[in-house]
Structure formats: C-alpha cells, structure tokens
C-alpha cells in the first residue's frame, strides 16, 4: 500500500494559461474525491467518483474545472484560464466505500 | 447544506497536559465524524473517527466523544507530546462518509 499520490507536488502558472493535476489513489479503492485549501482554511468539497462515475460536483467547480477518471483508476483535474483566486491546495483522497477516506500531499497552484 | 464550526482557533498547551478541540455541525443528518491532523506541506491524516450510533471512542492518548441531540463533537489529547504539534481538523458527513464539511482548524502548540 504505496498511499495516495499527487502530481505535480508544486505547479506555478500565469493568469489565463491551463493547468492539469493527477491523482493516482490507493490501488484497491473505488472512491476517488477532489478537495480545495487555501490558506488558513479546511478543505473544501469539489467532486467524487465511484469507479469511472462522477456522482457529485460541488458549486465551486465552475465550468472552468473538469475532472475526470477515465478508468477508474487515476483521476486529472484540469482549470482552464486560470484566475489568482484560483490559487490553492488541491487534494486528492480515495476510500474504499464509506470507510476512511485518505489524503494525498496535495498540489499546491499559485497563478501569478 | 452542512456547517461546521470550530474552536478554538489556536491552543497552546504545556507537554504533559491536556488539550480539547471542539466542534459543532448543523446538519442533523450528518452520521460520521472524523478528525484529521495536518502537518506543515502534507496532507491530512486521519487520527480517529467516530460514527453517530456511539457516544465516545477512545485509541490511547486520544478520544472523541459525540452529542448528536447538541449536535457537538469534541477530540480530547491526554499526555500531550511535542510531535502533537500540528493543525487539527473536525469534519462531518451524512451519508456514512461521502464528502466531507470541515472546520476551520485549530493550530495546537505543545510547550515543552
């Protein structure tokens, strides 16, 4: 059991450009979710997946995000046009079911 | 949609004594409950969790105790260690353990 990895650990971009982050969970599990930190703050809920589904997407993902798990294994999330507000921690977690979900490093996005 | 709320924002404790975090959720249909520590560049790792058909769990120096009619949960650090040093998250969840609400943290600091 290697744990939850997430790559890039550190991504800087400019304003406008496009930005992609991968998420490889632990090997077994089928639940996959996307979380939002900045500074100061908890995580904030984006999306889940079980399997290859999307079964929930959070009001903060505005159009500019998509995140997708093609094979139900992996998982990208990709922000076009990037904003400064969308500067953050993005974490990645995965569960088997309901049990513990468990947190990768993150990627840490700051837009200049 | 769910609220958590969560105090006190920084606790300085002398080692050895004892430390108590607590949070309150406002969705009364949120049954899981876990707490999650973060350390500086990391992810957050759970440290213990507690579902709403117990009162209290306890796993060595650390216990959670729930009161669903008050709709609080509370994390309790005996002895507490230098290497307890770290932010501390509450959380909630209905549906067993779907997307998490987090707190906003509380920064705990052990004086040696």
């Known amino acids: 059991d290697t744990g939850v990895s997430q790559d890039p650990r550190h991504k800087i971009t400019k304003r406008g450009q496009n930005v992609t982050f991968r998420c490889d969970p632990i090997s077994e599990h089928n639940r996959l979710y996307w979380y939002r930190q900045t500074l100061g703050q908890g995580p904030e809920f984006l999306t889940y997946f079980q399997n290859e589904a999307q079964l929930e997407k959070s009001r903060l993902l505005s159009d500019r995000f998509s995140a997708e798990r093609p094979k139900g294994s992996f998982s990208t999330l990709e922000i076009q046009r990037t904003e400064q507000g969308d500067s953050a921690m993005y974490l990645c977690a995965s569960s088997w079911n309901t049990d513990t979900q468990y947190f990768g490093p993150g990627t840490r996005l700051t837009v200049l | 949609g769910e609220n958590v709320e969560q105090h006190p924002s920084t606790l300085s404790v002398q080692e050895g004594d004892s430390a108590v975090i607590k949070c309150t959720y406002s969705?009364?249909?949120?049954?899981?409950f876990p707490w999650y520590k973060q350390e500086l560049g990391k992810g957050p790792q759970l440290i213990i969790d507690?579902?709403?058909?117990?009162g209290e769990k306890k796993d060595q120096r650390i216990a959670v105790t729930l009161n669903k009619t008050a709709k609080h949960f509370s994390l309790h650090i005996t002895e507490t260690q230098p290497e307890d040093s770290a932010v501390y998250f509450c959380?909630?969840?209905?549906?067993?353990?779907?997307?998490?609400?987090f707190g906003t943290g509380t920064r705990l600091t052990i004086i040696p």
């Open positions: 969705d009364s249909a949120s049954n899981y």
């Open positions: 959380a909630a969840s209905a549906g067993g353990n779907e997307k998490l609400t």
């Open positions: 507690i579902r709403s058909n117990v």
